[in-house]
């Protein structure tokens, strides 16, 4: 499954806007960058996907009247939402072949024939066409009374059976921060269903929506890799230890390929993996760094779930990395086999300077129209991503001054000085103000460089 194009009419800051995953040919991108400063709606867009493909927002019925209303809780609030998804014959099938074997199963367990339930019908209706892309929608009222959800294609990930549908394929969700994180039913929606208060399994899922905090699932992950040796080794009694290990080992590093990491995963005991530093020094996953920890927890995740056909969505990638690691964290998504998509939301000049147009875009605030608008990079020739340097994405990508608020001013008084008091640069409140510039910046800064050589200059006309 994947993502076409997303239109969104009014859920918050987004008045009307359409965002076109397609490259120049038409072609659905795999690999989606999100760039734009903060309050542009980065992570409203990712929260907005992983609520629409959620079990728990799709348990409502259409036309009902939704009561005390609660947008975490029962819908979306926005007037429509349309999303275009592509996706393979296989995944059709299966997805008709699920549905059809759902229905029957309902007929059986209630004695009486029923037809395809409206979600079921939209489904087929679609699947069944020679075309590989089709649209769902999502639409809501506001009444006198409340709010009617007046249609919704996206129903049937609420009622289809989560485990099977998830073989299909899912949607990874990684937050920028862990508050985000929460049990998407109520208590009451659990008791309906005969759910447990809390849920036994590793990590939260919603239906397809599996949302992933790695360091606060790390003992999953962590123990993930020895649980997988020891499976296997039980599973076949003639397999040899070491190659089991050896092959859980290789499955992690080559999903690390390409990124410069100063340690490396070399063994696996009983407990836990262990790893191997520049200095040759053995490792437990404990000793490793912020950034380390991040990369291979993931790296370590994704062997265990194994995504096919699935979205992979991660805010802020970044976090905790070096420099040289968000220029490379791309590797790590590219390595994954299995079909997906990958879209990432990111602050990095470093990750935008690791892709091509055709893969940014970035989310500008209008604020005469008071809303939001996106750009696809690919359609502006001045924008240049793929190679340039991280000081030039950030004034001509992402708006950003190279230099701090104050240290700004502090150079457009000099630089006013020069102009308009060049006689008077040796009075001792001007001396100071050039000296103090010179002292924060440093005497090799290219515009220090320009003070001293007009400085000199000066000197030389007295």
Not at 356 to 366: G, S, V, W
Not at 375 to 386: F, G, L, Y
Not at 406 to 419: G, N
Request: charged share 25%.
């Amino acid at each position: 499954m994947k993502i076409r194009k997303i239109h969104i009419k009014n859920y918050k800051m987004f008045h009307d806007v359409t965002l076109d995953f397609t490259d120049i040919n038409g072609h659905t991108l795999d690999t989606i960058v999100i760039a734009g400063i903060n309050a542009s709606g980065k992570t409203s867009l990712l929260q907005l996907l992983q609520k629409l493909f959620s079990e728990s927002l799709n348990l409502f019925k259409v036309q009902s009247l939704l009561y005390k209303y609660d947008e975490d809780e029962n819908a979306l609030i926005c007037d429509k939402v349309s999303v275009e998804l592509e996706l393979s014959e296989t995944e059709k099938s299966r997805l008709i072949a699920l549905s059809h074997k759902f229905i029957n199963k309902i007929n059986k367990m209630s004695g009486k024939r029923h037809e395809l339930l409206p979600a079921f019908k939209v489904l087929e209706k679609h699947l069944k066409r020679k075309i590989k892309y089709f649209t769902l929608i999502y639409q809501l009222e506001k009444v006198e009374k409340g709010f009617i959800i007046r249609r919704n294609d996206f129903h049937f990930f609420g009622i289809m059976p989560e485990e099977q549908l998830k073989s299909i394929f899912k949607l990874l969700y990684f937050p920028a921060v862990h508050s985000e994180l929460k049990e998407h039913l109520t208590s009451k929606q659990r008791q309906l269903f005969n759910l447990p208060e809390k849920s036994d399994v590793e990590i939260n899922s919603d239906g397809i929506v599996v949302s992933i905090d790695i360091f606060s699932h790390k003992e999953a992950i962590e123990t993930h890799i020895v649980k997988l040796v020891q499976s296997k080794l039980i599973a076949d009694r003639n397999l040899i230890a070491k190659d089991v290990i050896k092959e859980a080992i290789d499955n992690v590093n080559q999903l690390l390929d390409g990124i410069s990491l100063n340690t490396k995963l070399v063994d696996i005991n009983s407990e836990q993996a262990i790893f191997q530093s520049f200095s040759d020094t053995k490792l437990y996953s404990s000793a490793l760094s912020g950034g380390e920890k991040q990369l291979y927890y993931k790296a370590i995740l994704f062997d265990k779930l194994r995504p096919q056909n699935s979205l992979i969505m991660v805010d802020e990638p970044e976090t905790s990395l070096h420099p040289t690691w968000q220029q490379e964290v791309l590797k790590l998504y590219e390595n994954i086999q299995g079909n997906n998509q990958v879209i990432l939301v990111t602050h990095s000049p470093h990750i935008i300077a690791s892709v091509h147009p055709e893969n940014l875009f970035i989310l500008k605030i209008n604020k005469e129209q008071k809303t939001v608008e996106c750009v696809h990079a690919s359609d502006n020739k001045e924008i240049h991503t793929r190679g340039n340097e991280p000081n030039d994405i950030l004034e001509e990508v992402m708006g950003t001054p190279l230099r701090d608020l104050a240290t700004t001013r502090h150079i457009e008084k000099v630089i006013a000085l020069f102009r308009t008091q060049a006689d008077k640069l040796d009075l001792p409140e001007n001396e100071q103000l050039i000296d103090s510039l010179i002292s924060n910046l440093g005497r090799s800064d290219p515009l220090v460089m320009r003070i001293f050589h007009k400085l000199a200059i000066i000197q030389a006309e007295k």
